[in-house]
């Protein structure tokens, strides 16, 4: 089965940094993309930001705006969400989902990022 575990969410003055990561088991993500996506409290979820199986960054959203970074590291089956110059706007669960038949139904908890004096 696959599970996703997350961490590096929490409280975050505007202006700060959070660094999100996604470790999953029961998958080997090796060979597929994965996407970050985000959910604000009462919205769907919206695509954040993708990388390949090789660590290129294929998309960002618009709103991203150059503060934020995507990455994977294979070795250790996770993927990195690195958020600079948080917005309150960009309050919401972030997900990882692997681009894969075998896993993108699966989302786990997310992580929830609050941005916020």
């Known amino acids: 089965h696959v599970e996703l575990v997350y961490s590096g969410g929490g409280l975050v003055q505007p202006g700060g940094s959070a660094s999100l990561s996604c470790t999953v088991s029961?998958?080997?993500?090796?060979?597929?993309?994965v996407n970050w996506y985000r959910r604000a409290p009462g919205a769907d979820r919206e695509l954040v930001a993708a990388v390949n199986s090789w660590n290129e960054p294929t998309h960002y959203a618009d709103f991203v705006s150059g503060r934020f970074t995507i990455s994977r590291d294979n070795a250790k089956n996770t993927v990195y969400l690195q958020m600079n110059s948080l917005k309150p706007e960009d309050t919401a669960t972030y997900y990882c989902?692997?681009?894969?038949?075998?896993?993108?139904?699966?989302w786990g908890n997310g992580t929830l990022v609050t941005v916020s004096s």
């Open positions: 989902n692997i681009q894969s038949v075998g896993a993108i139904n699966y």
């Open positions: 029961g998958f080997d993500i090796r060979k597929y993309a």
